[in-house]
């Protein structure tokens, strides 16, 4: 009562990713933030604690006090990282000093002792995460991608594959981190094993991990890529030059250049060479994800040249 919209919203994704989990389960809540140094400490500590219990019935849950100022809030929040765990939708512990792994997970043994936590199946054995908590987990993997912590992204998928051996996603995100760490060949390695895997070499998340790699094995150190722009700029009709400098600007990074250059070539003869710069776009949107944003309006792009 007295809520106006935007809080009620951040009331109801709370009951929703806290208080309805917590009902069976315990959940570690970290309020944190982008700007938090001790919070970018903490944050490996606590995923990879959860992500060890798991099976256990321990979910986390990460509230960012910008984003969710209503709910750090109603939790009097004052400083960050504040970490509780709660129960039943009620907090049960205040997790905050716990700083290392082996602090944390003594806290946690000791909540489980007490605490009737729902881990197992009807006949007492322990069962794995469920796919909701996996998700979350692979989420949290691809946030630190995007943040550009690739360490901790490589972390969270190494885990994921622990107790996920059969989800796709966790080696796709796994190659994606390692290149993002430079390390293509450990990269290649754990490609090379999931394509052995026939229930995954067809999948399309591998695939763009695959595309990926190919893509970052075009890299080039910063004057190799100076070269290569000088030699596309001072040979706009030379295509080989334009695909080669294409290919190493999408591989340090500049995906705007590659795709102008790429674009470019496709509306000036999108035949050429059985049309490489078409399928190198097209292999790119795989890399990135189709459904991002700068693929999204680069295709449309793209097709408007081809189709007017």
């Known amino acids: 009562m007295g809520l106006n919209i935007e ?67 109603q939790f009097q929040v004052k400083s960050i990282p504040t970490v509780y765990a709660l129960f039943q939708g009620q907090p049960v ?46 989420g949290l993997g691809e946030a630190a991608l995007a943040e550009g912590d690739a360490q901790r992204a490589a972390g969270i998928f190494s885990q994921v594959a622990e107790f996920a051996s059969d989800n796709p996603a966790a080696p796709a995100g796994l190659i994606k981190a390692l290149i993002a760490m430079g390390q293509t060949d450990e990269a290649g390695q754990v490609l090379a094993s999931v394509e052995a895997d026939p229930a995954f070499a067809n999948d399309p998340v591998i695939a763009a991990a695959k595309s990926a790699l190919e893509l970052a094995q075009s890299s080039v150190d910063d004057g190799e890529l100076a070269n290569l722009r000088e030699a596309a700029s001072a040979n706009p009709d030379d295509m080989n030059a334009q695909l080669a400098f294409a290919e190493g600007a999408f591989a340090a990074g500049a995906r705007d250049d590659a795709a102008d250059t790429l674009l470019s070539m496709v509306e000036k003869d999108r035949e050429w060479n059985e049309g490489a710069a078409r399928e190198k776009l097209l292999k790119i949107f795989e890399a990135v994800g189709l459904e991002d944003e700068w693929v999204v309006a680069t295709r449309r792009r793209l097709s408007k040249i081809l189709f007017g």
Do not use: H
């Open 7 to 73: 809080e009620q919203k951040a009331v109801d994704r709370f009951r929703k990713e806290v208080v309805e989990p917590s009902m069976t389960k315990l959940v570690i809540v970290d309020f944190w933030a982008e700007w938090c140094g001790p919070c970018k400490a903490l944050t490996p500590v606590i995923e990879k604690v959860a992500a060890d219990y798991a099976d256990k019935g321990v979910v986390l849950a990460k509230i960012n006090v910008d984003e969710e100022q209503f709910i750090a809030a």
């Open 93 to 138: 512990a205040d997790l905050t000093q716990a700083r290392t792994q082996s602090q944390l997970s003594q806290m946690i043994d000791q909540l489980l002792g007490q605490l009737p936590i729902e881990a197992g199946a009807g006949d007492g054995a322990p069962k794995g995460p469920s796919p909701e908590e996996i998700a979350q987990f692979i």
